[in-house]
T-cell receptor, first 113, second 114 residues
Framework: AQSVSQHNHHVILSEAASLELGCNYS??????LFWYVQYPGQHLQLLLK??????LVKGIKGFEAEFIKSKFSFNLRKPSVQWSDTAEYFC???????????FGAGTILRVKS | KAGVTQTPRYLIKTRGQQVTLSCSPI?????VSWYQQTPGQGLQFLFE???????NKGNFPGRFSGRQFSNSRSEMNVSTLELGDSALYLC?????????????FGQGTRLTVV
């Protein structure tokens, strides 16, 4: 079955540290890729998306992600996190077969000030 | 544009009861998807509707059902509630005919089954 794996469920960082959250999927066909963020008490918001073209995509708030097709990965990065980045981050993959959006289990990021 | 609106925001029900949740998509969006969110499980896909037709269904029992109206508003129903149905239920709408386009989420309905 198609699945999306996020490697870490909890991540704790100090402010100004660099962030990388891993995301891997199991599906060999065409995909659209997303990272969503859920701040405490708020609804899910789109951070960035990849449909085609340059595999390095930039999103809001200084986040970026790189699609590596050969590794079935779409890792999220930020060079220097802020306390306000404390949130839960979800990787999501739209798989052409079945036309469905599959989410990873999420990574809770806590940034210490 | 107004965002995705879900009502009610909170619900408390007892086991065995049924519940109906409502979702109003962003104006012009014809695709509506429903997800169940629980701690540690992430978002589990329930079903997706487009132009009043269910196009896709996740791996949930038949107690979970939904429908979409001609104005794209959608409802989901859970019958014979179980304690394990306690979760945040999220609705998302998309502009295109494919849910591979960007999905916009509502704030969710927090269902507690006691």
């Amino acid at each position: 079955a198609q699945s999306v794996s996020q490697h870490n469920h909890h991540v704790i960082l100090s402010e100004a540290a660099s962030l990388e959250l891993g995301c891997n999927y199991s599906y060999g066909g065409t995909v659209n890729l997303f990272w969503y963020v859920q701040y405490p008490g708020q609804h899910l918001q789109l951070l960035l998306k990849y449909f085609s073209g340059d595999p390095l995509v930039k999103g809001i708030k200084g986040f970026e992600a790189e699609f590596i097709k050969s590794k079935f990965s779409f890792n999220l990065r930020k060079p220097s996190v802020q306390w306000s980045d404390t949130a839960e981050y979800f990787c999501a993959v739209h798989m052409e077969y079945g036309n469905k959006l599959v989410f990873g289990a999420g990574t809770i990021l806590r940034v210490k000030s | 544009k107004a965002g995705v609106t879900q009502t009610p925001r909170y619900l408390i029900k007892t086991r065995g009861q049924q519940v109906t949740l409502s979702c109003s998509p962003i104006s012009g969006h014809r695709s509506v998807s429903w997800y169940q969110q629980t701690p540690g499980q992430g978002l589990q896909f329930l079903f997706e509707y487009f132009s009043e037709t269910q196009r896709n269904k996740g791996n949930f029992p038949g107690r979970f059902s939904g429908r979409q109206f001609s104005n794209s508003r959608s409802e989901m129903n859970v019958s014979t509630l179980e304690l394990g149905d306690s979760a945040l239920y999220l609705c998302a709408s998309s502009e295109g005919s494919s849910i591979g386009t960007e999905a916009f989420f509502g704030q969710g309905t927090r269902l507690t089954v006691v």
